[in-house]
């Protein structure tokens, strides 16, 4: 079945460090990608999506790449702040026009002043 | 987008009795979700609750076990009945938007549940 596998936590970064999490999936079609981040104390929410292959992600500074050759979306951001401090988690939905989402395990980011 | 509330946002059970969690959404919203998160897991999805009709079950996940309520598009409960310590986890409460498909899903802050 689908699968969405994520580098393991935590990760530990100081302000202004370069950040990449790692996220492949298994897919048997063409899956929509997502990462959504939960801050302390809030809910999940959308951080970025792809729907399609080589589409480009991207919001408050963080990018991800729909690379289908690779299966992956790696989540990036060139220049980490405390407030970056989080849980980050990939998913994917290979089913058009539903909610279903696979997600990944999740990687918390911890973010050094 | 919407804003979801979570009642309880934690609480401490004993084996053998049941607990209802209680999802109120500040719009009204067409589909609901139930997620399970049991520790170091990813998410995994227990229902779709629409209002109007009987919930829809993923593999694994049973009505007597999970029974859920939506009785109107802004609310909607997932009662965990008879727990084990098994069921010790984080259930999350999750929306679609209120406009056409898109995709987003929009999350409650989570229910933690420790089960002795």
């Known amino acids: 079945g689908d699968s969405v596998t994520q580098m393991e936590g935590p990760v530990t970064l100081s302000e202004e460090a370069f950040l990449t999490i790692n996220c492949t999936y298994t897919?048997?079609?063409?899956?929509?990608l997502f990462w959504y981040v939960q801050y302390p104390g809030e809910g999940l929410q959308l951080l970025l999506k792809a729907t399609k292959a080589d589409d480009k992600g991207s919001n408050k500074g963080f990018e991800a790449t729909y690379r289908k050759e690779t299966t992956s979306f790696h989540l990036e951001k060139g220049s980490v702040q405390v407030s970056d401090s989080a849980v980050y988690f990939c998913a994917l939905s290979d089913q058009p026009g539903t909610y279903k989402y696979i997600f990944g395990t999740g990687t918390r980011l911890k973010v050094l002043a | 987008s919407a804003v979801i509330s979570q009642k309880p946002s934690r609480d401490i059970c004993q084996r053998g009795t049941s607990l209802t969690i209680q999802c109120q959404v500040d719009?009204?919203?067409?589909?609901m979700f139930w997620y399970r998160q049991q520790p170091g897991q990813s998410l995994t999805l227990i229902a779709t609750?629409?209002?109007?009709?009987?919930?829809?079950?993923e593999s694994g996940f049973v009505i007597d076990k999970f029974p859920i309520s939506r009785p109107n598009l802004t609310f909607s409960t997932l009662t965990v009945s008879n727990m084990s310590p098994e069921d010790s986890s984080i259930y999350l409460c999750?929306?679609?938007?209120?406009?056409?498909?898109?995709?987003?899903?929009?999350f409650g802050e989570g229910s933690r549940l420790t089960v002795l």
């Open positions: 897919a048997t079609g063409y899956p929509s």
């Open positions: 999750s929306v679609s938007g209120t406009g056409g498909y898109t995709g987003e899903l929009f």
């Open positions: 609750a629409n209002q109007g009709s009987e919930a829809t079950y």
């Open positions: 719009s009204q919203v067409t589909m």
